[in-house]
């Protein structure tokens, strides 16, 4: 998140919106976002059903924890670009899907 968050910018200048989606509870996201890492984008709570997380592939059924993953989603709802795991992390592919796909 905090390589996001130093990206900001960058996914600004391109028309994207950056959204955290994770399956910690609302008070604990709440603390992450705004005391912790501080935060200029927001945070979505999957906490009561994992429905995104489920839909979207990334849950962990045994845990009920998502798999750390990036999806770039297109205008049009499509995804245009995943990574996972440690990748996840790293903003940099996702920013490339972002410019390439630049919305004026």
């Not at 200048?13 to 989606?21: D, L």
């Not at 995104?52 to 592939?57: K, L, M, N, P, S």
């Not at 245009?80 to 992390?89: N, Q, R, S």
């Amino acid at each position: 998140m905090t390589a996001y968050q130093a990206g900001i910018a960058e996914f600004q200048k391109t028309g994207a919106a950056v959204v955290g989606v994770s399956t910690d509870n609302l008070p604990s996201l709440r603390h992450w976002a705004q005391e912790v890492l501080k935060l200029g984008f927001p945070l979505a709570s999957d906490f009561a059903r994992r429905e995104v997380a489920r839909a979207y592939g990334v849950l962990n059924e045994a845990s009920g924890v998502a798999n750390r993953t990036t999806f770039v989603i297109g205008p049009d709802g499509r995804i245009l670009h995943i990574d996972e795991g440690p990748a996840a992390l790293d903003p940099e592919g996702a920013l490339a899907v972002c410019r390439r796909t630049k919305r004026p």
